[in-house]
């Protein structure tokens, strides 16, 4: 039994591993400007500056792009995770915005404690989730579970695991996508788009003066 077991955990190990090369199937975002993102980010932690919430904004866009994901399903898990506090710890040693576990960061190449690099590893580690369950009747439902109980809970289980707490998780993720798909549907005014498309040109460099300084 312990090597039929090692033996499954080497394969979803691989499959894991290879999932940033499959297409994963993410809902097709509406380009809003970035300040849209950063007025619902402010909303769920009125403690973050302006600069913050831009700069938070900015990763999590850019990132989402790269790996495409959805923003608001990262914008849902980082709410449930955090509350948008990158300095929030669990008590189960999960630190930062998507709270990250240290192996789990480890493996993303990614630092917990910067921000903008946690926001990097959270959508990274969403796309291999969505990626690796793609082919499920619940693919969403699974790969939210996943974030919160590990891939293989969920492959081991066949579905989402009978854990209470990863059934309010997905539960409470799924409400907050709902509520972020509410306010960030409606499709931007032409005057809004070509205000982005201008102010992209200079995004890289508005985050590596932010990130810069802390």
């Not at 919430?53 to 995770?81: G, I, K, Q, W, Y």
């Not at 630092?111 to 793609?134: D, E, K, V």
């Not at 969403?140 to 854990?163: H, K, L, Q, T």
């Amino acid at each position: 039994m312990p090597l039929i077991r090692r033996f499954f955990r080497a394969a979803l190990a691989l499959s894991f591993c290879l999932a940033p090369a499959i297409p994963c199937r993410a809902d097709t975002v509406a380009l809003f400007p970035t300040s849209a993102y950063a007025s619902a980010i402010r909303a769920v932690n009125p403690h973050l500056r302006a600069g913050q919430s831009r700069a938070f904004a900015d990763a999590l866009l850019t990132n989402s792009r790269r790996n495409h994901v959805d923003p608001r399903l990262v914008m849902a898990v980082v709410t449930v995770e955090s509350h948008w506090n990158s300095r929030a710890v669990s008590i189960h040693g999960a630190e930062g915005l998507g709270q990250l576990k240290p192996g789990t960061a480890r493996e993303l190449g990614v630092n917990p404690w910067s921000a903008r690099a946690n926001l990097r590893g959270i959508t990274l580690y969403l796309h291999r989730l969505l990626s690796l369950f793609a082919n499920s009747r619940q693919s969403m439902r699974e790969a939210i579970a996943g974030y919160n109980a590990g891939p293989y809970a969920v492959v081991s289980a066949g579905g989402i695991p009978a854990r209470a707490e990863t059934r309010r998780y997905v539960v409470k993720v799924l409400a907050e996508l709902h509520a972020f798909k509410s306010r960030l549907s409606s499709t931007p005014s032409v005057t809004d788009v070509a205000t982005e498309l201008d102010i992209s040109q200079a995004l890289e460099a508005r985050q590596a003066a932010y990130w810069g300084a802390h």
